[in-house]
């Protein structure tokens, strides 16, 4: 069966900072991959997500993740931290036509 | 993409009540979803809701305790029933649209029952 992994529950960067959030997958087809935030307080919010083709793909809010399909990870990153991304961070695979999340990675930014 | 909406957003029930959950979507949608969220937890498919057919449940929840009704294919209602305090949970109503199963979710109902 497909599953999510976040390795980090808690990540701390410095405002302005870069910032890589990990996830790694397990489907055995190509899968269908998404970042979604939740910002305290609200719904989840799509950043990006990848289909097929280029691996690099660009998400709102300056985000981006590259699809490595030899490691099975799907990680997102952004160059340069801002106060307002402080929020979690959920990675998802759709496998047998469900979306499946990982446990979420919580965001703190410090000034 | 889908806008959602959800009412109510939050609400705070004695136990033993029933609270229903309403989603409109402001285009037509073939897949809905309901989704948990237990505090501090990642989101848990509760069931996906088709128009004209019976909603599917995921193992570990059931049809009396959270009913759904899908009448047509920009609204649905997820009711959860005889509330205790382990119901406290955000309930996201989602949908599935355009290009390759993108899921959109809606803000989500904050459940605190006491």
């Known amino acids: 069966a497909q599953s999510v992994t976040q390795p980090d529950i808690h990540i701390t960067v410095s405002e302005g900072a870069s910032l890589e959030l990990r996830c790694n997958y397990s489907?055995?087809?190509?899968?269908?991959l998404f970042w979604y935030v939740q910002s305290p307080g609200q719904g989840l919010q799509l950043l990006l997500k990848?289909?097929?083709?280029?691996?690099l793909v660009q998400g709102i809010k300056g985000f981006e993740a590259e699809f490595k399909r030899s490691q099975s990870s799907f990680n997102l990153r952004k160059p340069s931290v801002h106060w307002s991304d402080a929020a979690e961070y959920f990675c998802?695979?759709?496998?047998?036509?469900?979306?499946?999340f990982g446990a979420g990675t919580i965001l703190r930014v410090k000034s | 993409s889908a806008v959602i909406s959800q009412k109510p957003s939050r609400d705070i029930c004695q136990r033993g009540t029933s609270l229903t959950i309403q989603c409109q979507v402001d285009?037509?949608?073939?897949?809905m979803f309901w989704y948990r969220q237990q505090p501090g937890q990642s989101l848990t498919l509760i069931a996906t809701?088709?128009?004209?057919?019976?909603?599917?449940?995921e193992s570990g929840f059931v049809i009396d305790k959270f009913p759904i009704s899908r009448p047509n294919l920009t609204f649905s209602t997820l009711t959860v029933s005889n509330m205790s305090p382990e119901d406290s949970s955000i309930y996201l109503c989602?949908?599935?649209?355009?290009?390759?199963?993108?899921?959109?979710f809606g803000p989500g109902t904050r459940l605190l029952v006491l």
């Open positions: 989602s949908v599935r649209q355009g290009v390759g199963e993108t899921q959109y």
């Open positions: 489907y055995g087809a190509t899968p269908y």
């Open positions: 990848y289909f097929s083709g280029d691996t």
């Open positions: 998802a695979v759709v496998g047998g036509n469900k979306l499946v």
């Open positions: 285009s037509q949608v073939t897949m």
């Open positions: 809701a088709n128009q004209g057919s019976e909603a599917t449940y």
